[in-house]
């Protein structure tokens, strides 16, 4: 079974300051945790695809109704408390094992070395509908 996990930046349970205010070597030790895992994850076999998201300001929103030209504007806001950080892409035997990498993930080192507590998103990643249905 694929999971997607949604890895957000800022928001409800954690407390953690932004990466900004980190040190060097806080920001490091993080960095270090995040590749140890997806070695580990890699090894198992577990780990597809993971990348890290540009911030917001960079993003961009596309809405079209696929006859004139998309509208295109910039978002989010600069007052969202919250954002899209990044993503890995797994395949595991079970939902327990998706839920158990998140939590991992959600308990990465931060400022002094304390869990970020970050929330990450677990959906399952379905396949297509037949189109002959």
């Not at 929103?61 to 006859?67: E, I, P, T």
């Not at 308990?107 to 037949?130: F, N």
Request: charged share 25%.
């Amino acid at each position: 079974m694929r999971f997607m996990l949604l890895q957000a930046y800022g928001g409800i349970e954690s407390d953690c300051e932004p990466m900004t205010e980190w040190t060097p070597e806080e920001i490091r030790a993080h960095i270090a945790f995040q590749h140890a895992l997806n070695e580990e994850l890699t090894q198992s076999g577990e780990l597809v695809d993971m990348q890290g998201l540009a911030g917001p300001d960079q993003a961009k929103f596309v809405v079209s109704d696929g006859l004139g030209a998309p509208v295109v504007t910039d978002g989010p806001f600069p007052e969202s408390k919250e954002l899209l950080a990044g993503y890995r892409l797994i395949d595991v035997d079970t939902v327990e094992r998706a839920l158990e990498i998140a939590a991992r993930t959600s308990a990465a080192p931060g400022q002094k070395g304390l869990p970020i507590r970050q929330r990450v998103e677990v959906r399952q990643v379905l396949s297509a509908p037949d189109p002959e249905v």
